[in-house]
């Protein structure tokens, strides 16, 4: 058996203007903060002696490897992606950037921000739009009925408030209408 993996798929390229804040503060962390203090580390466990049986310094080395590692992917992908700051022209779809909320077929309503594959992780009600739920919902409108599928068979949902919200703080929002 060979080592061969296949690439990943290629991600999204787009990213909110927090997302990127993260990342860089991120990348700040890890380079002017954390790789220092493993380097002094490792430095110190050098010094030592022999380095073969010094657990300091393999753990000391596997942990810079980890984090130059993590250095280029974020230097990399913060170099490729386009940032979205700006409401889409049609405000009435589920697009990059919208918060909206998902209705199940039990009554159940939860609220979600489509967001870039580099910042879902970074709040809990961020969803990917590279998720199958996050494609699911790019460009539906208010009142669109939705079908994921999941370990445990399809689910459904309804979209019932989609919103915007502007730089300043105001929100450009869809409700549904009451009954």
Known sequence: MGRYRPPPPPQSRYITPEGVAA?????????RVQRPAVTR????????????????????????????RRVRHLRKRLGNVKIVDQAPSDPTKVYFGAWFTLEDMSGVARR????????FDH?????????P???AVLGKCLDDEITVETPEGPAGYAITHIAYTRPDGTERARKKKPD
Do not use: C, H, T
């Not at 990342?23 to 380079?31: A, M, Q, V, Y």
């Not at 979600?112 to 910042?119: H, I, Q, S, T, Y």
């Not at 709040?123 to 998720?131: F, H, Q, R, V």
């Open 133 to 135: 739920l996050g494609k």
């Open 23 to 31: 990342l860089e503060r991120e990348l700040d962390d890890l380079w």
């Open 123 to 131: 709040a809990p009600e961020y969803l990917s739009m590279d998720s």
């Open 41 to 68: 580390a490792v430095a110190e466990a050098a010094a030592q002696g022999d380095r073969s049986e010094n657990a300091e310094y393999i753990y000391g080395k596997k942990q810079l490897a980890a984090i130059d």
């Open 112 to 119: 979600f921000r489509l967001v870039g594959p580099d910042e």
